[in-house]
Nanobody
């Protein structure tokens, strides 16, 4: 059974940074694209960042471009999302997702596996 487990969320002051982790269990995702999405209260889930299976290609939403970095450690079957200069608009539940294929996409419908999410709250 495939499981994606996010960690690293919490309460962060505005201007601070965080690093989210997503560990995959049940199968190896070293050749699979992975992504991060987020959902704020009352809003739809939105794309944040994605990385290809090889790690050679990354995609970012405009909202985090320049202050977000997605990376992966295939030896640990883990993907990371680091975001700096946080602001209250970054407050959301952050979800990790994985695809069966190697190419990164921004559309949530392209992802086959999802984690339960981790809450990130940025205080003003």
């Amino acid at each position: 059974q495939v499981q994606l487990v996010e960690s690293g969320g919490g309460l962060v002051p505005a201007g601070g940074s965080l690093r989210l982790s997503c560990a995959a269990y049940g199968r190896t995702f070293s050749n699979n694209a992975m992504g991060w999405f987020r959902q704020a209260p009352g809003k739809e889930r939105e794309f944040v960042a994605a990385i290809s299976g090889s790690g050679g290609s990354t995609l970012y939403a405009d909202s985090v471009k320049g202050r977000g970095t997605i990376s992966r450690d295939n030896a640990k079957n883990t993907v990371y999302l680091q975001v700096s200069s946080l602001n209250p608009d970054d407050t959301a539940v952050y979800y990790c997702a994985a695809r069966r294929g190697p190419y990164a996409y921004t559309q949530s419908g392209q992802y086959d596996y999802w984690g339960q999410g981790t809450q990130v709250t940025v205080s003003p």
